[in-house]
């Protein structure tokens, strides 16, 4: 199935960039309605927030959907993200405000170009990024090779060990391919986050300082434990609870279809955890059905308890799952 390409410019002026998030304005709005999934959601000032298809970087403003303040992965590599997602894009000057969380003023609105086949359920059409100018027609649907796809934003995250490989379900082999040579030639060379990460190796989660300042891991991951250990106080018993929520993967290693608490590695009582799979290894289910909340929601029982309404949307999630296999 081929991409679109959609021109535009790209924007943080009055927003909140991060190293796989940025606001997007087409030149044709209607080609970027036209994509399959979700309707985009457009601002008054018609940008769209893009999510950077197949990479996740550190966070940089976390807010976990229970409440609960706002928090971090160590800033030293999120902003390193950052600041190579607007390098490569072309905007300079930035000035923020004084929480470094939005952008005052900027030298935005530069030209570029997505590929994109689908927005996901939140409104942000999934995107490869390019900055500059194509001979394909705006509008046009063509079929991305690996050697173009090369010469995106989201490769060259890889490639310099800025950001995890993260794939969803509907990234094609050969694309997926040429982003593993990426992460292990950044793998190889111990560059940036492979020279920290945790992820795999193992760490200690034994405060919320230890994840957020301290140890670099998987994003989604840490998205999870930040969120449980903001409610129980504690990371003892996280697996269980991830258990509970039941988040469908791909197992390429043995390619089976399970769930992601699968791979995290917790003893009872204990507060080392680690992925027992490289995130490369891992195909995420989009679950364009699900409640982005479904996680949170269950944050309110004690472990191993589960309420009426939960357990309703967990059905949903084993049918969903059926359907998914």
């Not at 995890?164 to 379900?169: F, G, L, M």
């Not at 990234?171 to 492979?194: G, S």
């Not at 999870?224 to 791909?250: D, I």
């Not at 982005?292 to 059905?315: C, H, K, Q, R, Y």
């Amino acid at each position: 199935m081929p991409f679109k390409l959609i021109k535009g410019k790209f924007h943080i002026r009055n927003y909140s960039p991060d190293g796989d998030s940025i606001r997007f304005e087409p030149d044709n709005a209607a080609f970027v309605q036209a994509l399959s999934g979700s309707r985009p959601r457009f601002n008054s000032r018609n940008h769209v927030q893009l999510r950077i298809e197949a990479i996740d970087t550190l966070e940089t403003h976390y807010t976990p959907p229970s409440g609960g303040g706002v928090y971090h992965q160590p800033l030293g590599l999120a902003n390193k993200a950052m600041d190579q997602l607007l390098a490569y894009v072309g905007i300079t000057q930035v000035e923020w405000d004084s929480s470094h969380k939005t952008v005052l003023a900027a030298n935005d609105a530069t030209p570029g170009y997505i590929a994109s086949r689908a927005v996901e359920k939140n409104g942000r059409p999934v995107a490869f990024v390019f900055a500059g100018n194509t001979n394909i027609r705006d509008g046009d649907d063509f079929f991305l090779t690996p050697e173009h796809l090369r010469e995106s934003y989201n490769y060259q995250a890889l490639l310099s060990g800025m950001a995890y490989p993260t794939y969803y379900e509907g990234l094609f082999f050969d694309l997926r391919q040429a982003l593993n040579e990426a992460v292990e030639q950044a793998r190889q060379a111990n560059r940036e986050l492979h020279a920290v990460d945790g992820t795999n190796s193992g760490f200690n989660a034994d405060s919320l300082v230890s994840i957020t300042q301290d140890v670099c891991i998987l994003p989604k991951l840490f998205r999870r434990l930040c969120e449980y250990m903001v409610n129980y106080g504690t990371s003892v018993g996280f697996k269980e609870k991830l258990a509970q929520s039941r988040e469908p993967v791909l197992d390429l290693v043995k390619n089976n279809f399970t769930h992601l608490d699968t791979f995290v590695e917790q003893q009872d009582g204990s507060t080392e955890i680690r992925l027992t799979r490289l995130p490369e290894q891992l195909i995420f289910d989009p679950m364009p059905t699900r409640p982005v909340n479904t996680f949170s929601a269950l944050m309110a029982p004690e472990v191993g308890m589960v309420t009426p309404d939960i357990a309703a949307n967990l059905l949903l999630e084993r049918s969903l799952l059926r359907n998914f296999l």
